[in-house]
């Protein structure tokens, strides 16, 4: 039943321009800046063959992109999420999932790996950038799965938090720009901790953008692991008793 | 208790305090075609919804084939097909994508998903718009398609929250008949404002008026050997009514206007009475041009009901 509703919730996503506009505009955004860092490592590459334990095409090209493909997540997830939930319910088709025999949890895991699926098949589309430059050089592949690894994390984390805006709202507008605006303050919330001052560990601790950096260095740690699951398990049983408060209504 | 397939007890809901639904019992029979009455906003959604396990009600009990809806709701629910009052499609989706998501959220065994979509679309006429998508369907259309979700996955009790509303009466028609067939194999309950929709389909009707069941009670046809509560009789040269009731013996007659009259037979009047009366009519020269029994009056019970006097008690639910 789970796999139905994922299913569902693919092919409707599928069946809209948007997922599609999105899927273009992120490869084109994202071809761009990976040309752009071949183009700079191929002009730097001269020199970097002085240094013995220099830096690698790996974390010169693709961390790099990694990188910049969190930037455009963040924009482009809240879009994907809005109506997820949203758009059941202006459409009063959340009636027909709370009227069929399904628990909440199959409700929260279906919409949630339905959008998954979509995440993942971004996922493969960025990794195929890399994978090209297999054909000329060799990368370092402990590298690359640890910053796919962080960048799956990350989206899965954004996703759960779209999810939820999404089920809160009927407009799917509200559901994206409130969901962007949770991501971005996530994000600049370490901006604040600046020194050593109490809670600047906190604060920084908080930040959805730290967390990813040590993948980009090859390093999966376990605190940043946890943290992106928990943070993206908070928000699923957020949307879970919302989906449960929906029945006791008013 | 065993052969209810409905058995909800002292069912109560309220909205922000505002009561919607009062202390109401109903029960549904295997093989009954239940119509619920009232006014817009009396509380039949509300009660239908609470009924399909989508809304916890306040206070109250409901089984469902003797399974407690609120302590097991997935097993309960799988007895259940429910028609929202606004149909929950979805509009980028073909029927018959639809309706086999439909089929796999219900829990139908996937090898046999594609058979079962298959003769919910045979039963509700789907099968030439089965590619279409959702979205370019009439509404009609749209409507057997909501209805169609509800009858797949084989549920002993349907819910149909208004049916016909919104549609044309060709439409109305069509569903009505719809609603007839589903009624031989599933046990239907249906919501409408329209009496004469109730008084076609259904076997009992339950009025419900400001949240609560204010009337409920077997709907059967008078039958040839008994008499209506009153007839309406058309007589284009009618004398004065009391001449009338002089003439015929009828306990009342009242004019309604452009010749029609309102009849009444008196109490302990035998079953031939309407052979008298018109009999009498010719005989007199009052020149009868339309006859017309009314029907257990049901009309005049649901104006009296919902014109604001206080519910007359009412009978025990059978």
């Not at chain 2, 509800?150 to 349907?158: F, G, M, Q, S």
């Amino acid at each position: 039943m789970i796999r139905a509703l994922a299913k569902r919730e693919l092919r409707s996503l599928f069946a809209s321009p948007l997922a599609w506009v999105i899927l273009a505009v992120v490869t084109l955004i994202l071809g761009w800046i990976f040309l752009l860092q071949v183009d700079l490592f191929l002009r730097i590459m001269p020199r970097l063959a002085l240094y013995r334990h220099g830096a690698g095409v790996t974390a010169l090209v693709v961390m790099p992109l990694f990188h910049s493909a969190i930037v455009i997540l963040l924009l482009v997830i809240p879009l994907l999420t809005m109506r997820l939930v949203s758009e059941e319910r202006r459409q009063k088709t959340l009636e027909l999932l709370y009227a069929a025999p399904l628990s909440t949890l199959d409700l929260v895991c279906g919409k949630y790996l339905g959008i998954l699926g979509f995440l993942g098949t971004l996922l493969f589309l960025i990794f195929l950038m890399p994978l090209s430059l297999e054909l000329g050089t060799h990368l370092d592949w402990g590298l690359v799965a640890s910053g796919l690894l962080g960048l799956f994390l990350v989206m899965a984390a954004f996703a759960a938090a779209g999810l939820y805006l999404s089920s809160l709202t009927e407009q799917p507008i509200v559901a994206a720009i409130s969901t962007f605006g949770l991501l971005l303050f996530l994000w600049i919330i370490a901006w604040a901790a600046k020194g050593h001052g109490p809670g600047s560990h906190i604060l920084r601790y908080a930040s959805l953008l730290n967390h990813f950096s040590a993948f980009g260095r090859g390093e999966v740690r376990v605190s940043d692991v946890a943290y992106y699951l928990i943070f993206s398990l908070v928000f699923l049983v957020l949307t879970g008793r919302r989906f449960d408060a929906d029945h006791l209504e008013h | 208790m065993a052969e209810n397939l409905i058995d909800a007890h002292n069912l109560s809901r309220s909205f922000g305090g505002r009561p919607a639904v009062r202390n109401l019992d109903l029960t549904l029979e295997r093989g009954e075609i239940l119509g619920f009455l009232g006014l817009n906003g009396a509380g039949k959604s509300t009660t239908l919804r609470m009924l399909a396990g989508t809304l916890a009600p306040t206070a109250g009990r409901i089984t469902i084939a003797g399974i407690d809806l609120l302590n097991a709701p997935k097993s309960a629910k799988r007895k259940l097909g429910y028609l929202p009052e606004q149909p929950p499609l979805h509009p980028e989706l073909t029927v018959s994508e639809y309706l086999r998501f439909c089929a796999e959220i219900h829990g139908v065994p996937r090898a046999r998903v594609r058979s079962v979509v298959q003769g919910a679309q045979e039963k509700t006429g789907l099968e030439e718009v089965e590619r279409r998508l959702i979205r370019n369907l009439s509404k009609g259309y749209q409507q057997r398609v909501g209805i169609a979700q509800a009858i797949l996955h084989d549920p002993e009790v349907l819910l149909l929250d208004e049916p016909t509303v919104g549609l044309d009466p060709a439409q109305i028609q069509d569903i009505r008949m719809l609603i007839r067939s589903l009624g031989e194999a599933h046990s239907v309950v249906f919501s409408s404002h329209l009496l004469s929709e109730v008084q076609s389909l259904a076997t009992r009707v339950v009025i419900i008026h400001e949240g609560r069941l204010a009337w409920s009670r077997p709907l059967t046809a008078t039958p040839p050997d008994r008499l209506a509560a009153s007839y309406r009789v058309g007589l284009r040269k009618a004398s004065a009514p009391e001449q009338m009731v002089e003439r015929t013996g009828a306990r009342e007659v009242a004019p309604l206007g452009e010749g029609w009259f309102r009849i009444r037979p008196p109490e302990n009047a035998a079953a031939d009475f309407p052979e008298l009366f018109l009999d009498r009519a010719v005989r007199e020269g009052w020149a009868p041009f339309g006859f017309v029994a009314e029907e257990t009056s049901l009309e005049t019970i649901f104006l009296e009901l919902t014109r604001g006097e206080p519910p007359t008690p009412t009978e025990a639910v059978a």
